[in-house]
């Protein structure tokens, strides 16, 4: 691994997740827990460890972003939800940018912008 | 966009995911329902629709990828958990390469290969 | 089962729970599904339902109480977390009542109204 | 409060625990953190905790039951869940008895034993 630096959602594909996590379990003989119901409930609760950093507050987001711990946190976090979402990508052999792709064409047909076009939500 | 089999995750960045994310989410004006809160609350509800999918079963690896209706869904909520997440970090304009490579470090330090060498896990 | 209307909270203790739902469950020979691990991930799923309802709306409790439809959802949903609680209890065994008791005790404890008298809150 | 030994399942209604948990928000002035959205969040978030107590464990009943301290940590995250589940209750002024019946009854209704009698499931 390189420099920290070096990384950023700008040149970094998912493949390099896939293989960073793929590597970090194996090499702690770990694929045996990472069945997918396993990391299913791992994603449960690491959404909760997420949650909790907001739960009974009313943050704006400008708060948040000056909170250089919770940020350090919220980052943490949002990292360990999308390790586990990788490692089940990992463990079913998925592609996460064609189920990306493909839910977000779904996405489009089923809230259409001629019916969602003035900031309405309701769940379709 | 283009056709899906131009997208795999050996070429796509995090940055793509969050550019079509964010559009999605101007183009209907529902940046106002998008507050951290608000994202983290429907990452736990994909992550029930998900978790939903394997409940009560037992399936093996192969069963799920030979089961080409289960693979679909799986692929679909594994993609909303996902959004969600590009969300978060959009809304909070976070790096989730860079926090995905500092939390990797982390759980390096606190899961040392040394003392987790023979397929022992325990909470630390 | 009798009338609906006979049973309220008033007079409906823990025991009835366990006994309706562990009938609910010896009936349809689902006991072999109701593992610990298998439960708890039914209660995230429920929590999920029950979150649905409430996601990117901002209702005040009024809206909710007078929309007919909505409290009867959110009353099945509850239910529904409430049903898998008892069948976790009733799987490994436990008093509910005394655990809440146990619980509530520590509660105090951790949150000494001298330090929280002021609307205060913060994790501990 | 009196001994724990006095209260049990066999003899403690829900409308104890809805005074109890009232008096506790109350007394701390929480009842403006207590909407319905927060309590539903909290429900995640102490779900979560409870689910972590097993997560890449794979603990037979008796093995849990054998093992003191989890079983501690277990009544205490159910209850956590449990508490949660009553203030949202007390919030939206709920009868948890009479929402348990109805949907134990609509449950009967989907699941019927004639179609789910073998110990088959698959959600419906």
């Not at 420099?3 to 997740?17: A, K, M, Q, R, W």
């Not at 827990?33 to 943050?59: D, R």
């Amino acid at each position: 691994m390189k420099l920290n630096e070096e990384y950023s959602d700008l040149n970094v594909t998912i493949s390099f997740f896939k293989k960073e996590v793929q590597k970090f379990v194996e090499e702690r003989n770990w694929s045996k827990y990472h069945t997918p119901k396993n990391i299913v409930q791992a994603i449960h609760c690491e959404a909760g460890e997420l949650s909790q950093l907001l739960l009974f507050k009313n943050y704006s987001k400008e708060q948040i972003r000056n909170n250089q711990q919770l940020i350090t946190d919220i980052n943490d976090e949002i990292a360990d939800v999308f390790i586990y979402l990788i490692s089940l990508v990992n463990t079913l052999d998925l592609d996460l940018s064609n189920a990306f792709i493909k839910k977000m064409e779904k996405n489009r047909e089923k809230y259409k912008t001629e019916e969602f076009n003035n900031g309405k939500y309701y769940k379709k």
